[in-house]
Every structure is written in C-alpha cells, then in structure tokens.
C-alpha cells in the first residue's frame, strides 16, 4: 500500500538554529502534501498546503518565513522551522494524497521536534 | 477554536465488551466525518467515514453513528479487542470544498483490558 515516509522521527535542537523534516512519498506520486502540526493534548492542526512546483498555502496564524515548505519533486517536500524557539517544540506530521479521494490521504510517522 | 471536540481523553474497557468514543462538532458545514486509529510513533490511519447524509456506517466491528442535529458522532467497536488500543482521532471536513481541511479532535485513548 501507500507509504509515507517522514524523516526524522525525533529531533533535539538548540534555540535559535534550524531543523528539516523530509516528507516523502515512497511509491506513488504526491503533488500534494499536508503539514500538521500537534501540542500536547490538543489536536492535529493543520500549517500548511504544500505544492509541487509552487509555493505552500499556509493556514492562518502560521508564519511563512518561519515555517519554509519546500514541495521540488513529486515525492518530497520538506518543512524547516528557522531560528527555532521552544515554543515550537512540537509533533510534525505530514500527509500525502495519492488519489482525488478523501480516503487517499495517507499520514508519515510525525516528527517530535525539541527545541532546548 | 475547537471545531472539533473529544471530551475523554481517554478510556478503558475490558476484552468482549463494546467501547463507545464519542466526538462533538461546532461547525454546520461540516459534512464528512472521519476516525483515525493511531499507535505510538505511527501516523494516524484511516479508519471508518460517514457523510452527512447518513446516520450510520458499519464495517465489522466498527460502527459510527452520526446525530446532525446534535452534532455529534460516535464510534462503537465491538467486540473490543486488545489490538484495539490506540488513540482514536475524530476528524471533520467539507467534501464540497475539496476536504483538503481535516479538522482533527484532540483524540481518545481506548485501552482495552485483556
């Protein structure tokens, strides 16, 4: 079936510096993907639309320059946190569909981001 | 601005017996609704659905039932097993605008006792 790959599944980082989270699409084709973006106990929310080819569709109340997606190729996208705080400490998670249908959304494993 | 709400962060039920998760919605529009089975350091999968236009959608042991006028939509699994246990994420979005929102609840974690 379907797979959705997120790398990496777990990241430690200093105030200040910059994290990457690779989204990949490991057999199909995705010319769009979905970030996500959950705090402790509270829901799946999501950041941003991410196109292949053209710039994201951030969500409102998400900051663009701080939050840069990055859609080159039909099988990845990828997200970085610039000058990142602690309050950005959270878990990523992305989401790729596969076909027009609302069942063909398929979710990566998240990425638990710490920020020290 | 909780548009969608799961009430009990979590819950236990014992082996054979039927779990019941509920899940309430604010917004009207919404009109497709979906559940999300999640284990740890797994991404959610995709579980049951139900459109606005039913009240009940049922596949084996998963059953959920939509109330619009209350907004309101509950997932019943029976019988409960321990594979089971997970964190169930209710979702809700707008089919006619392309669904290409979920609106996600903060989730219920079922623990099923064997």
């Known amino acids: 079936g379907a797979v959705v790959s997120q790398h990496p599944s777990w990241v430690i980082c200093k105030s200040g510096t910059s994290v990457k989270i690779e989204c990949r699409s490991l057999?199909?084709?995705?010319?769009?993907m979905f970030w996500y973006r959950q705090f402790p106990k509270q829901s799946l929310m999501l950041m941003a639309t991410?196109?292949?080819?053209?710039?994201?569709?951030?969500e409102q109340g998400v900051e663009k320059d701080k939050f840069l997606i990055n859609h080159a190729s039909l099988t990845l996208s990828t997200l970085t946190v610039t000058s990142a705080h602690p309050e950005d400490s959270s878990f990523y998670i992305c989401?790729?569909?596969?076909?027009?249908?609302?069942?063909?959304?398929?979710f990566g494993n998240g990425t638990r981001l710490t920020v020290t | 601005d909780q548009q969608v709400k799961q009430n009990s962060p979590s819950l236990s039920v014992q082996e054979g017996r039927i779990s019941i998760l509920n899940c309430d919605y604010t917004?009207?529009?919404?009109?497709?609704f979906l559940w999300y089975k999640k284990y740890p350091a797994e991404g959610p999968t995709f579980l049951i659905s139900?459109?606005?236009?039913?009240d009940k959608n049922e596949d084996g042991r998963f059953t959920v039932f939509l109330n619009k006028s209350a907004k309101h939509l509950s997932l019943h699994i029976v019988p409960s097993q321990p594979g089971d246990s997970a964190v169930y994420f209710c979702?809700?979005?707008?089919?006619?605008?392309?669904?290409?929102?979920?609106?996600f609840g903060t989730g219920t974690r079922l623990t099923v006792i064997p």
């Open positions: 139900i459109s606005s236009i039913k």
């Open positions: 989401s790729a569909r596969t076909g027009t249908g609302i069942f063909s959304l398929h």
């Open positions: 057999d199909f084709q995705a010319t769009t």
């Open positions: 917004n009207s529009m919404f009109d497709y």
């Open positions: 991410s196109n292949e080819g053209s710039k994201a569709t951030y």
């Open positions: 979702a809700a979005t707008i089919f006619q605008t392309g669904a290409n929102n979920l609106f």
